[in-house]
């Protein structure tokens, strides 16, 4: 059975150094320096946009929209448009190390999906693999709900030698992220229907705690590897914090005066 290295580390103040960390996470796999690993945290409120969102003339306003609602506005590592993550969901980052990432890139996508939905289905919810209509941030590896709601997206980036899978599991807070994305989509210019936001506490009638469905995501992933509990080592918080420095001296040099 492979090995994979699972980390459960959080940093819900601090949404950027989670996206460092993950893309550290991910160049160093891809380098050898680090085994397989997997990240499943608890994210804060936070509006993850993808990059064709922050190339779009209404980037700023849709910003601007998640901070007026509360959440912060960070770019996401994986592909796809805006998505929501807050105290209700549960992230995962998932960093693959492979000479030749684009041949398995649905075969990835594949695992992941069918995983995620094999959890939710352990909480009686009749979860699907595939895309919802009008669901936000569309993609054919979405898991839903009887075919209606979207319970769990999934996104995909790959750097030389390796991949990164990124997704965000919603146990509750359906209607939250409706409420958020409403206005953010609108100033994207993005159409979709508000009530294909669902969670998996209104898909089985109780309210399931986000550590539940991160013990039954976890379950599903020891059936498959040889799981290995570890800690983010010094390295990778370094690199991840100078990466963000380097962004900020950046973002510093663009801004006009």
């Known amino acids: 059975m492979e090995r994979l290295r699972l980390i459960r580390h959080s940093f819900p103040d601090r949404p950027e150094l989670g996206t460092a960390i993950s893309e550290t996470i991910l160049r160093r796999v891809s380098a050898g320096e680090l085994p397989p690993t997997v990240r499943i945290h608890r994210p804060g409120n936070e509006v ?51 000479p030749q990432p684009p041949k398995r890139t649905y075969a990835r996508f594949e695992e992941m999906a069918d995983l995620i939905a094999a959890a939710l289905r352990t909480f009686g919810a009749d979860a699907r693999v595939g895309e919802v209509p009008g669901e936000y941030c569309p993609g054919a590896y979405s898991v839903n709900a009887r075919g209606k709601t979207k319970l769990a997206g999934i996104g995909q980036r790959m750097i ?20 958020v994305l409403e206005p953010v989509y609108r100033a994207l210019e993005l159409d979709w229907d508000p009530a294909t936001s669902g969670s998996v506490s209104e898909e089985v009638g109780r309210e399931v705690d986000p550590g539940e469905v991160e013990e039954a995501v976890i379950a599903e992933l020891a059936k498959r590897y040889e799981l290995v509990d570890a800690e983010l080592d010094e390295e990778t918080l370094h690199a991840a914090a100078q990466m963000m420095r380097g962004r900020s001296a950046s973002e510093a040099e663009e801004r006009p005066v």
């Open 48 to 98: 993850a946009f993808g990059r064709q969102d922050v190339a779009s003339p209404g980037y700023e306003a849709a910003a601007e929209a998640a901070r007026a609602g509360g959440f912060a506005a960070v770019e996401r590592l994986a592909g796809g448009r805006a998505a929501v993550f807050h105290q209700g969901t549960i992230a995962i980052a998932r960093a693959y190390a492979d």
């Open 160 to 179: 030389r030698g390796g991949a990164h899978l990124g997704g965000v599991i919603v146990a509750s807070g359906g209607r939250e992220i409706a409420r």
